[in-house]
């Protein structure tokens, strides 16, 4: 059985690939009246492991960044999480001219690994790291995990460069101390397949 399905991946090319694009993100949820769009990147790998000719599972490993602003009676604050993303998207593909339309869903799961919350009004600004406590803080400010559903469509040119427009939407609060935010991120992204 092993022997039978490792012939059947071996009959299909195995990518590897680079992706790089920029993300408009916010926050979504019953916390986020107010929340503006940030526009931040993403730049990472992939690997399309393919399980027939048209089907691929293709995951990722990405440096993105996301976020929102907030602004209100001359008080702003921005949020720029970093995150390690890490997507694990089925990928289907079917000719069209001489490259391939592709449309590609499934979960994420991400790790915080740096930011700041810059705040700023009335003459005064401060920042505070969001995934660190500060000040004898009981928590941080965001949680550090976050899992999400990842889904993207695009097209693949026949030479291996690919551009999608990708929609990512958080599935857990993101937001300690009772809020309750979570990522919401639009991205469009170049790439390409060797």
Known sequence: MVILAMATISMYAQK?????????????????????????F???????????????????????????????EGYTEKYTPFYIQVPIKALYKFNVGTGKISIAA???????????????????SESSNLFSKEDGADETILKRFDLGLSSAVGYEFENGLFLNFEYSPGLLNVANGGGNIKNSTLSLVAGFKF
């Open 16 to 40: 590897f690939g680079v992706k790089a694009g920029v993300n408009f993100s916010t926050y979504i949820g019953s916390d986020a009246d107010g929340s503006k769009a940030l526009t931040g």
């Open 42 to 72: 993403q730049v990472g790998g992939l690997y399309e492991l393919p399980i027939s000719e048209a089907f691929f599972i293709q995951p990722e490993v990405l440096l993105t960044l996301k976020g929102a602003k907030f602004s209100d």
């Open 106 to 124: 499934g979960p994420y799961l991400a790790l915080g690994i740096a930011g700041k919350d810059k705040a700023s009004g009335d003459g005064e």
